[in-house]
Structures are given as C-alpha cells and as structure tokens.
C-alpha cells in the first residue's frame, strides 16, 4: 500500500508500520486467523478474509483513523443487516471492524448499466432511514459549507473554471439550507461498493456515513458512472438519464440529484470535464 505513505504522509507511513502487530494483535484478542490481505483500491484500510475459532469466515477490516472512517461500526448497526454487511465486532476506537463475508463478494460493476442502477436504487431503499437521536454521525451542511469555504481557494490550480467554482459555492450553500430530508446516508455509495452474497443478492459495503439529503447520495455513483458517459455521443444526455431514472426510482428531486453530484466534482476533483458535463446536467 504505497499509495497510504503518500497520500498520508508521516501518520500513513506510521500506520503501515504498526499494521502488521494491529493485526496479530487481533487476532490473539479475536481468536481469528487472517489470511492474505485483498488487493483493494483503497489507500485507507487493509481488508482481509479471516477464519474464526469455530471455522466460519468473515472479514477483518483495519482502516487508518480518519473522521470519515470513524463512525463506520455505528452506522454498520443501525443498518443492522439491512443492506449492508452486518458488522460482527468493533475495536473501541471503531477503526477495526469484524464483518460478514459477501460470497462471491463480486461487485455490482459485474452488472449492465440499468440493471446495476436499479440495484442500486433498491440498496439505497433499505439504507435510508431517520437517524437516531445524538447519532454522532457529520451533517451534510457542514461539509458543504466546508467546500463553499474551501473550493474559490482550492479548485483554481486544479484547471477548473472560475465561473463553475462559483456556481458549485452557491450550488452547494443552496442545497445546504434546503435540505427537505434529514436521513442517514452511506456517503461513499458506488458501484464498486456494493457487493453479491449469500443472505442477500445485494449488500452494500463500506459506509462514510452522514446526515441530510438523501439526494447527495447518489452524487458519488454518478460520479463513477461519468466516465463512461462522456465516452457517449452525447454525454449529458447520457448523465441526465441515470439522473432521471434514478429520481424516478427513489422519489428524489433531480434537480438536487444533479446539484450534488456537480458540487461533488469539484469538491472531491473528478476532473473538469466531468464538472463541465454535471452542470450542463443541471439545465432543466
């Protein structure tokens, strides 16, 4: 995981180091035994399969402290199995996690594009909930105020356009302060992070959970499905598509859809092409 070191610096490079006693000491307090570590995409967390003491599988996933993987194992709870892996076992800290095994575990980029999006949109159906009173979990509003502060500094040596940076600022103020729902949301949902199995056909994986518009959670698989759209003849024709078919499936505003997948571009630098076709996404 060279990547961690880099993108983390001195606390990635000390996080590496200690990962190789975190996991034996684990699995003498766990009574487990990992196996070799996946190949994952991840620079955050090492996720490996283990074998528990009466030989059932599960998973055991380390992640590098972070506020995003912070609150994983609560919201794992209050989605209790519904939709997503059930969480078996939590470090105090809730940085090492004990999950259910998805067997095949193959995931929903397995799937042709409108299939893979009703799954999807059904996911999201069994996730989405009130959260519960003093859930520890961010809000919504505040990461976006966080980008209206962040994105006039940040975004200009990125190559994007003043005129977007400016329009995702207020884009993301807007949607802020008119929020119609306050649900607890996956806050990573994409196709990679939905997963086969075996008690369900589906489950979702991975939650960086957050409370507010239930609209912003679909602006992280749009975000996935752009490249494709823009290999289309007619790339906003091809996004707007998955907005509406999304919004029809789920009752969402695609407005708000499309809003929050074009402030996410920025915010999280998908490239200003994909920022160019999400905003032209927002035309009505």
Not at 5 to 15: D, K, L, P, V
Not at 40 to 61: F, H, N, R, T, Y
Not at 157 to 184: C, F, N, S, W
Request: charged share 25%; net charge negative.
């Amino acid at each position: 995981m060279p990547e961690t070191a880099s993108t983390w610096g001195e606390e990635g490079t000390g996080w590496l180091e200690n990962l190789p006693a975190r996991v034996a000491e684990l699995e003498r307090a766990w009574s487990l035994t990992a196996g070799r570590a996946f190949d994952v995409d991840d620079p955050v967390s090492w996720v490996a399969p283990v074998q528990l003491g009466e030989g059932s599988e599960a998973i055991l996933k380390i992640s590098l402290p972070d506020r995003e993987t912070r609150h994983e194992a609560d919201a794992l709870r209050i989605f209790d199995g519904r939709g997503a892996v059930r969480l078996l076992r939590a470090s105090d800290d809730g940085y090492a996690l004990l999950l259910e095994r998805c067997v095949p575990g193959t995931n929903l980029w397995s799937l042709g594009e409108e299939q893979g999006n009703a799954v999807g949109a059904e996911i999201l159906r069994q996730l989405w909930r009130e959260p519960p009173p003093a859930a520890p979990f961010a809000e919504l509003s505040d990461v976006a105020y966080e980008w209206g502060e962040s994105l006039a500094r940040e975004a200009p040596p990125k190559g994007y356009d003043a005129a977007l940076i400016t329009r995702a600022v207020e884009m993301a103020r807007e949607l802020a302060a008119t929020q119609p729902q306050r649900m607890l949301l996956h806050g990573d949902f994409h196709p990679g992070n939905v997963l086969s199995a075996a008690r369900e056909p589906w489950l979702a994986i991975d939650p960086k959970p957050l409370v507010g518009d239930p609209a912003y959670d679909l602006a992280q698989w749009l975000g996935n499905r752009c490249e494709a759209a823009e290999q289309a003849s007619h790339p906003v024709t091809a996004i707007r598509q998955q907005i509406d078919r999304f919004s029809d499936l789920l009752g969402l505003d695609p407005a708000r859809v499309a809003g929050w997948a074009f402030v996410k571009s920025i915010g999280w630098d998908w490239g200003a092409r994909s920022a160019g076709v999400l905003h032209e996404a927002l035309a009505p």
